[in-house]
C-alpha cells in the first residue's frame, strides 16, 4: 500500500457536512495528483455503488469505493471529520472517512487496498490510533503499515501533552472499548453451548460476500475471526471477492461443527456446506455482531437442527434484511426467471428470423429436417434454423417459470418450477402461466422447507422427497385449480393485442418507450423488453405481437444512439472521458444495448434520463404508427433486413435520436450558462469587495 496513500491524501480537518461533500474533498485531492482524471465522472461512479448499499460501518466508519474507468492508479484518501459524515451505518455518523478508488477492471488491485484496510479497521488500535493522531504524515504512514499503532498514539500523546491540549479522540476510543467489550461479553455468554471441557474446540466455517466482494467481505470475515478467537472457537472464513475465491478444504468443511453465511449476494458452491448447522444472514450482521452469530450457530448445533442436502435460502428469500421488502423480494424473483430467459429469446428468435429471410414465412411449414435434409438447398437451412429456433423458443415458459422458483428457493425449486412451467405451456397458459407457475413452486417449496423433518429423512429429502411432494402440488395447481383461468387471461390479452390499431397502438408504443427508455437495462426496461418477446415466443406470431416488439427494439436503440451523436456535435458539454464513451455508443446503440447510456445517465441523470425517455417515446409511437414489424427479439441495425417496412423503421429510430440529442444539448448548454454566470457573480463581488475595501474611510 505503499504507494497508494501519501500525506497529501489525507485531511484530518475535514469540514464536510454529506456523504457527497465528503467525498468530494477527498476525490480533489486524487485530481490533484492526477490519480483521478475526470472528478465528476468519478464521484458519479462512488454514488452509482454507495446506492447499492450503504458503505457506513459501525464504529464511526464510512468506506465509499468504486471501481472507474476515471481511475488511472489505486488510491486511497483519509479524511477525519470532527463533526462527523453520514454514510447509513446504524450507530450514527462516521469520523473516520476512507475514499478507496481503483482502475476500472483492477480487481486484484482494489482487493488488495480494501481487504487489507478492511481488517485494520476491524482493530480498535487502529482506528483510536487514527482519532489521536496529529499531522498527516503520520497518519498515511499508520495506514501504509508503516506506523504501528502504539508508535502514533505515542507520538500523539506526547504532542498533546506538551502543547497541554487534550485528545478530542478520547470519546471514540473509550466508545470503542466499550463496543469490544461488549462483545466479549456477547462471545463469553455462548460459551456454554459448545462442546464439554475437554473435548476439542467447536469448529465453525463461514462465507463472507458483497456485492462489489471487497470492504465488507473482508471486514465480516476479520470481525467474525477475531469474535471467534475471543469465544474459543476455530474459525475459518472464505472471502468470496470478486477477482475470485479460494476454496475451503473439504476435511475442513467436513471436520466443522457449524456454518455461518454473511452475505449479499448468493454464496458460490454452497452444497458443500449442506447438512450442518447453519446461519444465514447479510454480510453487514457479520460485521456488527459476530458473537451473536457464533452464538447462535452453537445454539442450532446443539438442538440438532441441520440444513437439507440443499443449501440454505437465497439472498432474496431471506427475510428481516433492512430495506428490503416483500415487493423487493418478488422484483428480484421475477427478474431472476427473466436474466435466464433473455439468452432463450435471443437464440431462438434469431434463428427463426434467419429462417424467415432464407426460406420464407412458409418454412414454417416445411418437413421436419429430421426426414428431409439436402445438404445444397437453401431450404433446407432455412428450415432447419426455423425448428432448432422453434425449439430454442419451447423452452420460454419452462426456464422462466424454473428460474422464479430457483430464485425463490434455491435448487430445490427447479423440478417444480420447470414442470409447472411446461405445463403452462401445455394448456396455452402462455407468459402469465410461466409467472404463476414459478411463484407456486417456490412457495410450494420453501413451506415444504419449514417444516421439521425428522433426521432420518433429511437426507433424501432434496432428491426424493420435495421435488416429489412439491411436483405433485404444483401440477395439480396449474392442471386443476389456476391453469384455466391463467389460459383464458392469456388468451384475453393477446386477443387485445391483436386488436389494438390508430390511437390505442401509438399510445402503446409510446409507454413501451418511456420504459425501455426511463433505466436503460434495469428492471423496468426489462419487463418492457419481456412483455414484447413473450408475444412473439410462438412459432406464428401474430402482427401486433411483431409491432410491439419492434416499437421495444427501436425505443432501446435511442439513449445510447442519442448520447453518441450528443457528444459528436457539441462536444464541449463533455468532459473528455464522455466523448469517448459516445464513440463506443454508436456500436452499443445500434446493437439494441441500452446500457451504452449508463455512463452519461450515471453523471448527469436529471437531464440525460427524461431526454432519452422522451426520444424513446417517440419513436415507439412513430414504429407503431408506421406498422414496422420484427420477428427477432434483439440484433438492433443487423436485423433490418427482417423488419417490416425498415426505411420507415429508421426514420423513427432517427427521429428520436435527434430529439433525445436537442434535448441534451440545451439542457447541458444552459446549465453551463447558469455556471459561469454563477461563476462571474461571484468573481464581480469579490472584485467590488477588493474596491472597497481599497476606498479610504471618510472622516
Not at 490519480?35 to 455503488?49: M, N, P, Q, S, Y
Not at 489521536?132 to 501533552?161: N, Y
Not at 397458459?429 to 410461466?434: K, N, S, T
Amino acid at each position: 500500500m505503499s504507494d497508494m496513500i501519501t500525506a497529501d491524501l489525507v485531511d484530518l480537518d475535514l469540514s464536510a457536512d454529506t456523504k457527497e461533500a465528503a467525498a468530494r474533498a477527498l476525490a480533489e485531492r486524487m485530481v490533484a495528483l492526477g490519480r483521478v482524471t475526470d472528478l465528476e465522472g468519478f464521484l458519479a461512479d462512488v454514488a452509482a455503488r454507495e446506492a447499492q448499499m450503504p458503505t457506513g460501518l459501525d464504529g464511526g466508519i464510512g468506506i465509499p469505493h468504486c471501481r472507474s474507468a476515471h481511475v488511472t492508479e489505486p488510491t486511497l484518501a483519509f479524511g477525519r471529520s470532527a463533526e462527523g459524515v453520514d454514510f447509513g451505518a446504524p450507530d450514527g455518523p462516521a469520523d473516520l472517512i476512507f475514499l478507496i478508488a481503483a482502475p476500472a477492471g483492477a480487481d486484484d488491485a482494489h482487493l488488495t487496498i480494501l481487504s487489507a484496510l478492511a481488517r485494520q479497521l476491524m482493530n480498535s488500535e487502529f482506528t483510536d490510533a487514527l482519532r489521536a493522531v496529529g499531522d498527516a504524515a503520520t497518519a498515511a504512514a499508520l495506514i501504509r503499515g508503516d506506523e504501528t499503532p502504539a508508535t502514533a498514539q505515542g507520538a500523539a500523546a506526547t504532542a498533546s501533552a506538551e502543547s497541554g491540549s487534550q485528545n478530542t479522540a478520547a470519546a471514540p476510543a473509550a466508545a470503542s472499548a466499550g463496543t469490544a467489550a461488549a462483545t466479549q461479553d456477547a462471545a463469553a455468554a455462548t460459551e456454554g453451548a459448545g462442546p464439554e471441557a475437554g473435548e476439542r474446540p467447536f469448529r465453525i466455517v463461514a462465507v463472507t460476500s458483497c456485492p462489489t466482494g471487497i470492504a465488507h467481505t473482508y471486514m465480516a470475515a476479520e470481525s467474525l475471526e477475531n469474535a471467534g478467537r475471543e469465544a474459543g472457537v476455530e474459525l475459518v472464513v472464505e472471502t468470496q471477492g470478486s477477482a475470485g475465491f479460494t476454496r475451503l478444504d473439504p476435511e475442513v468443511i467436513a471436520a466443522a461443527d457449524g456454518v455461518i453465511f454473511a452475505h449479499d449476494v448468493p454464496v458460490r458452491d454452497k452444497d458443500r456446506f449442506a447438512g450442518k448447522p447453519t446461519v444465514d444472514v447479510g454480510v453487514k450482521a457479520g460485521i456488527n455482531r459476530p458473537a451473536e452469530l457464533i452464538g447462535e450457530v452453537r445454539t442450532k448445533a446443539a438442538r440438532g437442527e441441520v440444513t437439507s442436502g440443499s443449501a440454505p435460502a437465497t439472498p432474496v428469500e431471506r427475510s428481516g434484511e433492512a430495506g428490503e421488502g416483500y415487493g423487493t423480494k418478488l422484483r428480484k424473483w421475477l427478474m431472476s426467471g427473466v436474466s435466464y430467459m433473455v439468452p432463450f429469446v435471443a437464440a431462438g428468435g434469431l434463428l427463426i428470423a434467419l429462417g424467415f429471410a432464407i426460406g420464407g414465412y412458409e418454412i414454417k411449414s416445411a418437413p421436419s429436417v429430421l426426414d428431409h435434409f439436402v445438404w445444397t438447398q437453401t431450404d433446407s437451412w432455412a428450415a432447419l434454423m426455423f425448428q432448432i429456433g422453434a425449439v430454442a423458443f419451447g423452452f420460454l415458459v419452462p426456464v422462466l417459470a424454473g428460474y422464479i422458483a430457483y430464485g425463490m428457493a434455491d435448487r430445490p425449486g427447479l423440478v417444480p418450477g420447470f414442470v409447472g412451467g411446461m405445463i403452462a405451456s401445455t394448456i396455452n397458459a402462455g407468459f402469465l402461466g410461466g409467472l404463476v407457475a414459478g411463484l407456486l413452486a417456490g412457495g410450494v417449496v420453501m413451506a415444504i422447507q419449514k417444516i421439521d423433518i425428522p433426521k432420518v429423512l433429511r437426507g433424501i429429502m432434496p432428491v426424493v422427497v420435495i421435488p416429489l411432494i412439491s411436483t405433485a402440488i404444483v401440477g395439480f395447481l396449474m392442471f386443476v385449480v389456476v391453469g384455466k383461468p391463467i389460459a383464458s387471461a392469456q388468451k384475453g390479452m393477446t386477443d387485445w393485442l391483436n386488436g389494438l390499431s390508430g390511437s390505442n397502438a401509438i399510445l402503446l408504443g409510446a409507454l413501451l418507450g418511456l420504459m425501455m427508455c426511463f433505466d436503460l437495462g434495469g428492471p423496468v426496461n426489462k419487463v418492457a423488453y419481456t412483455f414484447a418477446t413473450a408475444g412473439i415466443a410462438v412459432s406464428n406470431p401474430s402482427d401486433s405481437a411483431m409491432k410491439i416488439m419492434a416499437a421495444v427494439m427501436a425505443a432501446g436503440m435511442v439513449p445510447p444512439l442519442a448520447m453518441a451523436l450528443a457528444t459528436t456535435v457539441r462536444g464541449k458539454l463533455f468532459t473528455e472521458t464522455e466523448r469517448e464513451n459516445g464513440k463506443a455508443a454508436w456500436v452499443l446503440g445500434a446493437s439494441f444495448i441500452s446500457e451504452g447510456a449508463i455512463p452519461f445517465a450515471a453523471a448527469d441523470p436529471l437531464r440525460v434520463i427524461p431526454s432519452s425517455m422522451v426520444g424513446g417515446a417517440i419513436t415507439g409511437a412513430l414504429s407503431m404508427a408506421f406498422g414496422a414489424t420484427l420477428r427477432a427479439p434483439h440484433g438492433g441495425i443487423f436485423v433490418v433486413p427482417l423488419i417490416g417496412n425498415p426505411f420507415l423503421y429508421l426514420i423513427a429510430i432517427a427521429a428520436g435520436v435527434c430529439v433525445t440529442t436537442a434535448l441534451v444539448v440545451v439542457l447541458k448548454g444552459l446549465r453551463k450558462q447558469a455556471q459561469q454566470a454563477s461563476a462571474g457573480g461571484s468573481a464581480a463581488g469579490t472584485a467590488a469587495t477588493a474596491k472597497e475595501d481599497r476606498q479610504p474611510v471618510a472622516a
